[in-house]
């Protein structure tokens, strides 16, 4: 079945550095690509959309000045987390999307426990 | 934007018995519902979903309802097993296609052996 990798699984980092989070598909084109943000025993929060080769499509709320997304090819986005700060402690997911196959399944990432000191 | 609300947070039933998760959406140009099971550790899957053109899916021990006139659909597992035992999440997007999906707080299920 359809994988899609996320990668670093955890990562610790300072207050005021950025981190980079990778999401890839693994066997599929992934058109569109969903970032999430996932609060201890609550559900996933939609963060942003990103189409293959266009800006991505922040929620109502979401900085995108703080979370760069970039969508550069069709088996990679990317999340940067900007400046983090310790409120911005939480577990990142992405999913990506086959637009090939017509099913429109979302297939989710292991996730990122993202830990601002 | 979309409103999606899911019932109960939490959920135990006796192996066997059978387990209903009922979500409510706002939206009514929503028209695909998909449902993910989260196992402790793991990445949401998809487990089933159903499109605003038919009102039951059913796929084993696994079924989803769909009420578009009053907003709101349900999953239903029958004949509970301990590996059913995770987070299920509803979710609500205007296609299956859509660019945004919105997900329910999800249903902490725990089947007891």
């Known amino acids: 079945g359809a994988v899609v990798s996320q990668h670093p699984s955890w990562v610790i980092c300072k207050s005021g550095t950025s981190v980079k989070i990778e999401c890839r598909s693994l066997?599929?084109?992934?058109?569109?690509m969903f970032w999430y943000r996932q609060f201890p025993k609550q559900s996933l929060m939609l963060m942003a959309t990103s189409n293959e080769g266009s800006k991505a499509t922040y929620e109502q709320g979401v900085e995108k000045d703080k979370f760069l997304i970039n969508h550069a090819s069709l088996t990679l986005s990317t999340l940067t987390v900007t400046s983090a700060h310790p409120e911005d402690s939480s577990f990142y997911i992405c999913?990506?999307?086959?637009?090939?196959?017509?099913?429109?399944?979302?297939?989710f990432g292991a996730g990122t426990r993202l830990s601002v000191l | 934007g979309e409103n999606v609300e899911q019932h109960p947070s939490t959920l135990s039933v006796q192996e066997g018995d059978s387990a209903v998760i009922k979500c409510t959406y706002s939206?009514?140009?929503?028209?695909?519902f998909p449902w993910y099971k989260q196992e402790l550790g793991k990445r949401p899957q998809l487990i089933i979903d159903i499109r605003s053109n038919v009102g039951e899916k059913k796929d084993q021990r696994i079924a989803v309802t769909l009420n578009k006139t009053a907003k709101h659909f349900s999953l239903h597992i029958t004949e509970t097993q301990p590996e059913d035992s995770a987070v299920y999440f509803c979710a609500a997007s205007i296609s299956v296609m859509g660019n945004q999906f919105y997900f329910g707080t999800g249903t902490s299920l725990t089947v007891i052996p």
């Open positions: 939206d009514s140009a929503s028209n695909y």
């Open positions: 066997d599929f084109q992934a058109t569109t």
């Open positions: 999913s990506a999307r086959d637009g090939t196959s017509g099913t429109g399944i979302q297939y």
